[in-house]
């Protein structure tokens, strides 16, 4: 059984997207490029019509993860979140006790994460340390390169 993903509304449209995307154009691009490998003759010989049906097999695979990623996705109330600890979806300012920067992060789904963009996955080491904690609070947190220490800014929705 698959897990169930929370997603923010944002989230949600664009796996709706993308899946509509694979399933329309995606479908019709892959089928075309197979017609025009089929045309060039001897299939028995032809790499280009095998590479052809092997990316569409790559593709029909996606579009069932996708699929299943969207039966299995929920979309998270934020009003009904509590905003005095760090929950899912909270965005959180941190400081680095050790040398003082100050970053902040969005909590998301694996799926949604985008460091780029503040955005961490609910299931990184940071991440899973802040979860439940309040304002003030000093935490301990092991990451690849060791323990570190981050003191709870500020949390917001």
């Known amino acids: ?26 479908r019709t691009n892959i089928s075309k490029a197979i017609a025009e490998a089929r045309d060039k003759g001897d299939l028995s010989e032809n790499a280009e ?24 996705a929920r979309l998270l109330d934020e009003s009904k979140l509590d905003a005095s600890k760090v929950l899912a979806l909270s965005i959180v300012k941190i400081k680095n006790v050790k040398n003082g920067a100050v ?29 439940g904690k309040k304002v003030g609070e000093t935490i301990e947190i ?7 220490e981050f003191e709870i800014m500020e949390i917001s929705r």
């Open 1 to 26: 059984m698959a897990e169930v993903a929370y997603y923010t509304k944002e989230g949600l449209e664009n796996l709706k997207n993308e899946l509509h995307q694979l399933k329309t154009t995606g």
């Open 49 to 72: 019509y095998d590479a052809a049906k092997e990316a569409q097999g790559l593709h029909e695979a996606k579009i069932s993860k996708m699929g299943e990623m969207l039966a299995n």
């Open 103 to 131: 970053m902040s992060y969005q909590l998301v789904s694996e799926n949604e994460a985008d460091l780029k963009s503040g955005k961490i996955s609910v299931a990184s080491p940071i991440a899973k340390g802040l979860l």
């Open 142 to 148: 092991t990451v690849p390169a060791g323990n570190m």
